[in-house]
C-alpha cells in the first residue's frame, strides 16, 4: 500500500513538473490616471465587466494572455511590458515584439540560431534575465479619442461582436504571437551577425528547395520576394494545416486557348460559397463615369451593358467604391457572379475582400492585376472568355503545390513587408495574416502550432486534439 | 504505521494536487504601475535601430486605415518603409468618414 501510494505521489507531481508553472504576467507600465490606468467610466460591455476605460484594457488583455498560457507549458514566467499610451498619428495601433534574442545560452537546442528570450527562457528553465522584461506590447491609446480615427475605435469585449470597430483582443492574441517568437531578430531577409533566428530555420523556398538558413544573402533577397513560393516548413504546422484550411478558390479559364489556364483567385467575406460551382462567359461591365466611380469599368454605378452582364459573369476593376457596391451592381444587372481585378501590381496575390451584405447571393472573387489584363485583352478583342469558378480539392488554400503554408511574400520588395505573417489567400482567415481580418474567431489557429515547430510545447491538459477553428 | 505513512503520503498528494489547482486559477500577475507618462513615439522612430542594437529588436506594428464601408483595414508590418507602403497606397480604402469630417 505504501508503494502504491508513493507512486500516487510521484505521478502527481510529475504531472505537475510537466504542465509548467509558468505564468503570463501583464507588466502594467502606464502612469496614475493613464493607459491601462484611465478612470474614465465605461459600461461594461460584450462579456467585460470592467467600468473604466484602464480596466477594460487590462481584461482585454489579460483574457489574451490567458489564452496563450493555457497552451504555452514552461517553468519560467513570461513577461510582458504592456502600456497603452499615445503613437505618433492615428493610423498606428500598435507595436509588439520580443524584447530580446538570445544565441548559445543554456539548453538551448540549435547553436548559433537566435532565439526569443521567452523561449530561450523556457529552455534553460530559468529566466536568463532576471527582472527584465520578455515581450513588448504598446497600444495607441489616441485610438480611442474622437476623430482619431473617424468613429472607429477599440472594442473592449471578448465577444467578437466588434461592428465598425477594432477587436483589441484579436490583435492582442496576433502581437503576443509575435513576442512569442512569430518574429525575426533582424529584419528581413538580413541575419543578425550573420546567424538566422529560429525562423528563419523554418522559411522554405520551395522553388530553390532551400531553406533560408541554407541561402546566400543574395538568395534570401530574392526568395524574399517569390510570391507562393516561400513557405513555413515545419512538421507541427504541416500536419495541422488541413484542420484550419480549406480547398482554395481558382478561376479556371477553358478558353480561348492564349488565356487557358488556372488562376487564384482571391475570396469576399461576403455573397455565395464558392463551393457551389459556377461557369459561365464573361462579361466587361462597363458603368457611367460618376464622382463615386470615376472609370467605365469600375463597377461603382449602375451597370450600362445589364444586359450584356446578365446571365454571365461580370468583370470590373478593383477601385473607389467598395467591393460589395460592385457586387450588388453585377447582381442587380441579372450577373451569375463577378471578378474583381485588382488595381495594385505591389502583391501579385489577388486580394481577400472585406465586407458584409446578406443580399449579395452569387460569388465573390478577385484576380491578380496581371491576370486581369490578359482576360480584358482577349475581351476587348471580343473573344469568349469561358470560365469555371471552383474550388481545388487536394490541395489547400494559401499552401503551395508541395503542401507548405506560404508565408506572406508580396512580389515587390519593401524592406520589412514582413515574412512573419501567414500568406493572404489562406482561407478561412488565420490569426498571424498581415491583415488581422474582421472575420477572425478568437482562436489561434495554426500558430501554436508554428511556435510548436520553433520549440515551444503545449501541456498535456490543453490537449492538441481540442484545437480547431 | 503503514496507515500512517499511506496516510501522510496520500495529504501530501492531495496538498500538491490543491497547490497545483490554485496555482492554475492564479493565471496572471499585474504589477502596479510604475511608468512616468509615457511620451508619444513616432512612426519612423519605431524602427529607429540604436547604437547599441543595430538590427533592432523584430519589431512589428499594426498600422490602420478605414474603408469606404467605415470598418477598419489593418497591416502589420516591420518597416517604416512597409508601413507608409500601405499607409500611401491609393486604394478604395480611404477614409470617406474622416474625408466628410
Same mark, same amino acid.
Given at each position: ?20 508553472? &509558468? ?33 477594460? /484594457? ?169 510570391? &507562393?513560393?516561400?513557405?513555413?516548413? &515545419? ?92 457586387? /450588388? ?60 469558378? /471552383? ?63 520553433? &520549440? ?14 | ?20 489547482? $490554485? ?26 535601430? $540604436? ?10 506594428? *499594426? +498600422? +490602420?486605415?478605414?474603408? *469606404? ?9 516591420? $518597416? ?6 500601405? *499607409? ?14
Amino acid at each position: 500500500m505504501l508503494r502504491r501510494a508513493l507512486l500516487i505521489l510521484i505521478v502527481l507531481s510529475a504531472a505537475q513538473a510537466f504542465a509548467g508553472t &509558468g505564468k503570463i504576467l501583464i507588466i502594467n507600465i502606464d502612469a496614475a490616471g493613464t493607459g491601462f490606468n484611465d478612470p474614465t467610466p465605461v459600461a461594461p460591455a460584450g462579456g467585460n465587466n470592467g467600468t473604466t476605460l484602464g480596466q477594460q /484594457r487590462l481584461n482585454v488583455f489579460l483574457a489574451a494572455a490567458e489564452k496563450w498560457q493555457n497552451l504555452l507549458d514552461t517553468n519560467v514566467d513570461i513577461r510582458v511590458q504592456a502600456s497603452f499610451a499615445p503613437i505618433s498619428d492615428c493610423n498606428v495601433l500598435g507595436f509588439a515584439g520580443p524584447v530580446s534574442w538570445k544565441v548559445n545560452t543554456d539548453s538551448l537546442p540549435l547553436p548559433n540560431v537566435w532565439y526569443p528570450v521567452a523561449l530561450a527562457n523556457k529552455f534553460a528553465n530559468r529566466d536568463l534575465e532576471p527582472g527584465l522584461d520578455d515581450i513588448q506590447v504598446r497600444f495607441n491609446s489616441d485610438v480611442d479619442k474622437d476623430k482619431c480615427l473617424a468613429d472607429t475605435s477599440f472594442y473592449y469585449g471578448l465577444d467578437g461582436s466588434e461592428g465598425s470597430n477594432i477587436d483589441l483582443f484579436v490583435v492582442v492574441l496576433h502581437e503576443l504571437g509575435h513576442g512569442l517568437g512569430v518574429s525575426g531578430a533582424a529584419g528581413a531577409p538580413g541575419f543578425r551577425d550573420n546567424l538566422p533566428s529560429v525562423t528563419d530555420i523554418h522559411t522554405y523556398d520551395a522553388t530553390l528547395g532551400l531553406r533560408w538558413n541554407q541561402m546566400s544573402q543574395e538568395q534570401r533577397l530574392v526568395s524574399v520576394t517569390n510570391t &507562393g513560393h516561400l513557405a513555413w516548413d &515545419g512538421t507541427e504546422v504541416r500536419n495541422a494545416a488541413g484542420r484550419f484550411l480549406q480547398a482554395p478558390t481558382i478561376l479556371d479559364v477553358a478558353a480561348p486557348p492564349a488565356v487557358a489556364a488556372t488562376y487564384e483567385a482571391g475570396l469576399a467575406s461576403f455573397g455565395a460559397s464558392t463551393e457551389n460551382t459556377i461557369s459561365g462567359r464573361v462579361t466587361l461591365a462597363t458603368d457611367a463615369e460618376t464622382p463615386d466611380g470615376p472609370t467605365t469599368t469600375d463597377g461603382c454605378s449602375a451597370f450600362s451593358n445589364a444586359s450584356a452582364v446578365a446571365g454571365r459573369i461580370a468583370l470590373v476593376d478593383r477601385g473607389t467604391c467598395t467591393f460589395v457596391t460592385k457586387a /450588388r451592381n453585377a447582381q442587380a444587372a441579372g450577373a451569375i457572379g463577378i471578378v474583381i481585378v485588382d488595381n495594385t501590381r505591389k502583391d501579385c496575390i489577388p486580394p481577400a475582400m472585406g465586407g458584409a451584405a446578406s443580399d449579395l447571393t452569387i460569388p465573390v472573387v478577385s484576380i491578380t492585376a496581371d491576370n486581369g489584363d490578359r482576360l480584358k485583352t482577349q475581351l476587348n478583342a471580343n473573344a469568349s472568355v469561358e470560365v469555371t469558378v /471552383r474550388r481545388q480539392p487536394g490541395q489547400l488554400s494559401g499552401t503551395t503545390p508541395e503542401g507548405f503554408v506560404r508565408l506572406f511574400t508580396p512580389c515587390t520588395f519593401v524592406v520589412g513587408s514582413s515574412i512573419h505573417h501567414w500568406d493572404t489567400p489562406a482561407s478561412p482567415n488565420l490569426l498571424m495574416e498581415p491583415s488581422v481580418n474582421s472575420d477572425l474567431l478568437h482562436g489561434v489557429d495554426l500558430t501554436i502550432y508554428q511556435l510548436l515547430d520553433i &520549440g515551444w510545447s503545449m501541456p498535456p491538459r490543453s490537449g492538441r486534439r481540442i484545437l480547431k477553428k | 504505521m503503514p496507515r500512517r505513512v499511506f496516510i501522510a503520503v496520500m495529504l501530501a498528494a492531495l496538498a500538491a494536487t490543491a497547490a497545483s489547482a $490554485s496555482d492554475e486559477a492564479c493565471t496572471r500577475d499585474i504589477l502596479k504601475p510604475v511608468g512616468a507618462p509615457a511620451q508619444r513615439v513616432i512612426l519612423d522612430a519605431l524602427f529607429e535601430k $540604436s547604437a547599441a542594437d543595430v538590427y533592432g529588436r523584430g519589431i512589428e506594428v *499594426l +498600422v +490602420v486605415r478605414i474603408g *469606404l464601408d467605415g470598418k477598419p483595414v489593418l497591416a502589420c508590418v516591420d $518597416s517604416a518603409e512597409a508601413a507608409k507602403r500601405f *499607409l500611401e497606397t491609393p486604394i478604395e480604402n480611404v477614409a470617406r468618414k474622416a474625408r466628410e469630417k
